[in-house]
């Protein structure tokens, strides 16, 4: 008798533990590591009336007259250097907010900045970006920034 609920007891431990749930632990990706001098290629978005005076996300409020881009990943306050593959212009925005959604490019630019790179059409252009300065970096020797004191 005893060897029969050792048995049922035994099943009944083993069925628990083969539904018991295990823990998942979700980890985000890894963020790339920028460094002032790194490049990407890739396409970069432009709206003509996107959401003025509107936060992107987790950014400052957007002000569609300033030079400044959205990034999925870059860190916010980044400056970086965009450069139209189409007529080799050249730009110089600060990364102001996220542009979370993968399938549209490496940046989302502001009409200003857009403007600047010759961009006629709200659409897409092929683009080279490469990072001049990260937030809290001392301006570089070849930056036009200047302080007057």
């Known amino acids: 008798?005893?060897?029969?609920?050792?048995?049922?007891?035994?099943?009944?431990?083993?069925?628990?533990?083969a539904c018991a749930k295990t823990q998942v632990e979700v980890v985000a990706p890894p963020r790339p590591a920028y460094s002032v001098g790194s490049e990407e290629v890739g396409k970069a978005f432009w709206e003509a009336r996107p959401s003025e005076g509107r936060r992107?996300?987790?950014?400052?409020?957007?002000?569609?007259?300033?030079?400044?881009?959205?990034h999925q990943t870059l860190?916010?306050?980044?400056?970086v250097v965009v450069?139209?593959?189409?007529n080799r212009r050249i730009v110089e925005v600060r990364i102001t907010g996220r542009d979370?959604?993968?399938?549209?490019?490496?940046?989302?630019?502001?009409?200003?900045?857009?403007?600047?790179?010759?961009a006629l059409e709200p659409g897409v252009i092929p683009v080279r970006l490469r990072v001049v300065a990260l937030p809290g970096a001392p301006p570089t020797a070849g930056s036009a920034r200047f302080s007057i004191q």
């Open 1 to 17: 008798m005893e060897l029969g609920r050792l048995r049922w007891a035994l099943l009944l431990v083993l069925l628990l533990t």
């Open 56 to 70: 992107p996300g987790r950014g400052e409020v957007y002000d569609m007259r300033q030079m400044t881009a959205t």
């Open 75 to 79: 860190p916010l306050g980044s400056r």
């Open 83 to 86: 450069e139209s593959l189409l």
């Open 100 to 118: 979370l959604s993968a399938d549209r490019g490496i940046l989302n630019l502001s009409p200003a900045a857009a403007r600047a790179l010759d």
